[in-house]
């Protein structure tokens, strides 16, 4: 039973960081393609950031040069390190793989106040 768990979101002021992980349970975990998501009130869920299996990754232009996602095979986890994070980065996080289909953790909320 495959299962990702996110955690490691809050409020924080602009400018400030946070760390996101996402653990995963019931997968073969490192050969795997892994991404965070995000929703904003009212809006649609966006691409963030992902890492495939052989460690390439790819960002999203909002997030470029602020962002690092990272993964621990080792610890079946996930990781997102937010740096300078902006008002605008506030939403709910979503971890996400495909593992033959597309499975999404329950989220966790950032918020960034101004």
């Known amino acids: 039973q495959v299962q990702l768990v996110e955690s490691g979101g809050g409020l924080v002021q602009a400018g400030g960081s946070l760390r996101l992980s996402c653990v995963a349970s019931?997968?073969?975990?490192?050969?795997?393609?892994m991404g965070w998501y995000r929703q904003a009130p009212g809006k649609q869920r966006e691409f963030v950031a992902s890492v495939t299996g052989g460690g390439r990754t790819t960002y999203a232009d909002s997030v470029k040069g602020r962002f690092t996602i990272s993964r621990d095979n080792n610890k079946n986890t996930l990781y997102l390190q937010m740096n300078s994070l902006k008002p605008e980065d506030t939403a709910v996080y979503y971890c996400w793989g495909f593992f033959g289909s597309n499975y999404w953790g329950q989220g966790t909320q950032v918020t960034v106040s101004s």
């Open positions: 019931g997968i073969d975990f490192s050969i795997y393609t």
